[in-house]
T-cell receptor, first 117, second 110 residues
Framework: DAGITQSPRHKVTETGTPVTLRCHQT?????MYWYRQDPGHGLRLIHY???????DKGEVSDGYSVSRSKTEDFLLTLESATSSQTSVYFC????????????????FGAGSRLTVL | EDKVVQSPLSLVVHEGDTVTLNCSYE??????LLWYKQEKKAPTFLFML????IEKKSGRLSSILDKKELFSILNITATQTGDSAIYLC??????????FGKGTSLLVTP
C-alpha cells in the first residue's frame, strides 16, 4: 500500500484498557493523519501531524492522543478504550503540495479494525 | 463549519447501466475536490479537480467540478460488478487535512 503500514490490523480489547495503533511510512512524507470510519459517518479526522513533534486535533479528537517522534512513525493512543471507539482506523500520508494546484492527495493505509468490548 | 454532502447514500444498478454520483460542498478557502474509491479496505485515489468545467476521465469514469454551484459529479458508464464499492468525495481547503463526505455505496448486480 504505497509504503504505508498499519499495525495491528485487527485488535479486540476490553473497556478501560490502553491501546496504541501504529502507522509507519517509507515515503518520507511530512504530513500524516489518523481517521476513523464508522457506518453513517464516513471518514472523520482524529489527529494529524505536520512534522516531527508537530501535531494538531481533528474533529473527533476526544479520548485520543498522538505522538510523532520520527518522520516515519505516527502513533495513535486510546488511553482508556471505550465501546464508542470501536471503529476502523485509517492512517494516511500526504506530501501536501501547496503549489499551483493546491493538491493534497492523501494515500491511505489498509486500516486497523478495533473492537472494544 | 465545512460540509461535504454526497448523494445518494446508496445505489443498486444492473451491469451496463450508467450512474451519476453527486457531491456538494460548503468549504472556506476551497482548494480542490477529490474522489476516492473504497472496496474492502483502503480508499484509493481516483481524481482531483481544482478548476470548474474541466472534465477528468479515466476509462469509464469521469468527473467534473462546478465551483460556482459548489458541486461535483462522478459518472461511471457501462458499469461492471467490479465497480461495486463506496465512493468518497473529499474537499481540501487551506488546512492540512481532507474533509470527507459520508460516501455513496454502489452495488452493481450481474
Amino acid at each position: 500500500d504505497a509504503g504505508i503500514t498499519q499495525s495491528p490490523r485487527h485488535k479486540v480489547t476490553e473497556t478501560g484498557t490502553p491501546v496504541t495503533l501504529r502507522c509507519h511510512q517509507t515515503e518520507n512524507h511530512r504530513y500524516m493523519y489518523w481517521y476513523r470510519q464508522d457506518p453513517g459517518h464516513g471518514l472523520r479526522l482524529i489527529h494529524y501531524s505536520y512534522g516531527v513533534k508537530d501535531t494538531d486535533k481533528g474533529e473527533v479528537s476526544d479520548g485520543y492522543s498522538v505522538s510523532r517522534s520520527k518522520t516515519e512513525d505516527f502513533l495513535l493512543t486510546l488511553e482508556s478504550a471505550t465501546s464508542s471507539q470501536t471503529s476502523v482506523y485509517f492512517c494516511a500520508i500526504s506530501p501536501l503540495d501547496r503549489g499551483a494546484t493546491g493538491a493534497n492527495v492523501l494515500t491511505f493505509g489498509a486500516g486497523s479494525r478495533l473492537t472494544v468490548l | 463549519e465545512d460540509k461535504v454532502v454526497q448523494s445518494p447514500l446508496s445505489l443498486v444498478v444492473h451491469e451496463g447501466d450508467t450512474v451519476t454520483l453527486n457531491c456538494s460542498y460548503e468549504v472556506t478557502n476551497f482548494r480542490s475536490l477529490l474522489w476516492y474509491k473504497q472496496e474492502k479496505k483502503a480508499p484509493t485515489f481516483l481524481f482531483m479537480l481544482t478548476s470548474s468545467g474541466i472534465e477528468k476521465k479515466s476509462g469509464r469514469l469521469s468527473s467534473i467540478l462546478d465551483k460556482k454551484e459548489l458541486f461535483s459529479i462522478l459518472n461511471i458508464t457501462a458499469t461492471q460488478t467490479g465497480d461495486s464499492a463506496i465512493y468518497l468525495c473529499a474537499v481540501s481547503n487551506s488546512g492540512y487535512a481532507l474533509n470527507f463526505g459520508k460516501g455513496t455505496s454502489l452495488l452493481v448486480t450481474p
